[in-house]
């Protein structure tokens, strides 16, 4: 899912031409994030079950695993939906200058632009989740280790989740650890 998004011409590495096979691939980063929640709540579920507590570790780690590639996704979709303004922009230009000399009255503004948050809000809001998600890994990788201290790939995790938000002391710290 993550190769389709980044194949669709709304990522903005393909021809930026308007048809109407476009359509199915713009919903292909709401479906990735839709099964990301989905196997989130799945393992949620797992992890707090009694009967499969044997696996407690897995979950764990799981949860982790899921956390930061959402955080990833939120990355990924902060560009997508740039590339996709950018696109949107330029046609809007290129129709307004092909309407120059129709009256302003007849340019009209499409609902969704005018409703819009802007494109800075929606990167503010876009680096929050991403930082949302990236504790959230934090947090269930630094659980994995309280339960499971000798597992290196959690301390490697926790060393590249360090890296990411620019603590490279800590992120040694947990390559050393490794």
Do not use: C
Not at 26 to 46: D, K, M, T
Not at 96 to 102: C, G, M, N, T, V
């Amino acid at each position: 899912m993550r190769h389709a998004v980044l194949a669709s011409p709304f990522s903005g590495t393909q021809n930026t031409s308007s048809d109407s096979s476009d359509a199915p691939s713009a919903n292909v980063l709401e479906h990735l994030i839709e099964f990301i929640q989905y196997a989130y709540g799945h393992y949620s579920q797992l992890f707090e079950d009694p009967t499969v507590a044997v696996f407690r570790a897995a979950w764990i780690e799981q949860l982790g695993d899921l956390a930061r590639y959402r955080m990833a996704v939120a990355g990924l979709a902060s560009r997508v939906y740039a590339a996709q303004q950018q696109r949107e922009s330029q046609q809007l230009t290129s129709s307004a200058l092909a309407s120059a000399s129709q009256p302003q009255d007849s340019i009209q503004v499409r609902r969704e632009d005018a409703a819009s948050i802007g494109q800075a809000a929606l990167n503010d809001w876009d680096l929050e989740e991403q930082e949302t998600w990236r504790e959230m890994a934090r947090d269930w990788y630094a659980q994995g280790v309280g339960e499971t201290p000798g597992t290196g790939r959690l301390q490697h995790h926790l060393a590249l989740l360090s890296k990411g938000e620019g603590d490279e002391l800590k992120g040694l710290y947990h390559y050393a650890k490794r």
